[in-house]
């Protein structure tokens, strides 16, 4: 049996190509050989001379599951480790570097209710919210 951690990690790569495939993108997971803070990419699909072809739009993103969530009325708080909110940042300060998205799915504390299937329905539990993170550097760890 995997660790908790991949089952929600798989979880959130199940959510992203799921809302992907009903939003008519092309996304890519963890199709990359090594990992240098970009988990995978959306790539706009248009209607172009006759034929479906992807466009050259680009998005990358970093993908993130978690438990530890705090949830506001206007707010989602997520421990970012520095790290990687350093590479988001860094990217967000290149005038010509594909934009990234922060992705992180909120599960459920316990992993029974994170997941559902039956005949009728599959239910991933919560939701998965996005940020851009700006060129803003932090200090702490």
């Given at each position: 049996m995997i660790t908790e951690e991949h089952a929600k990690e798989n979880l959130s790569r199940a959510y992203v190509l799921a809302v992907a495939a009903k939003a008519g993108v092309v996304v890519k997971i963890g199709d990359r050989s090594h990992d240098y803070g970009v988990d995978g990419d959306f790539h706009q699909v248009s209607f172009i001379r006759g034929a479906r072809k992807e466009s050259g739009i680009t998005l990358h993103f970093q993908l993130k599951s978690t438990t530890g969530f705090?949830?506001?009325?206007?707010?989602?708080?997520?421990?970012?480790?520095?790290?990687?909110?350093?590479?988001?940042?860094?990217?967000?300060?290149?005038?010509?570097?594909?934009?990234?998205?922060?992705?992180?799915?909120?599960?459920?504390?316990?992993?029974?209710?994170?997941?559902?299937?039956?005949?009728?329905?599959?239910?991933?539990?919560?939701?998965?919210?996005?940020?851009?993170?700006?060129?803003?550097m932090v200090e702490n760890k």
């Open positions: 705090i949830k506001t009325k206007e707010h989602i708080r997520y421990e970012l480790d520095a790290k990687t909110y350093a590479a988001l940042a860094d990217r967000a300060g290149q005038v010509r570097a594909v934009r990234a998205v922060l992705l992180v799915l909120c599960l459920p504390n316990n992993p029974p209710d994170q997941f559902s299937i039956c005949e009728d329905e599959l239910i991933i539990r919560n939701c998965c919210y996005w940020h851009f993170i700006s060129s803003n």
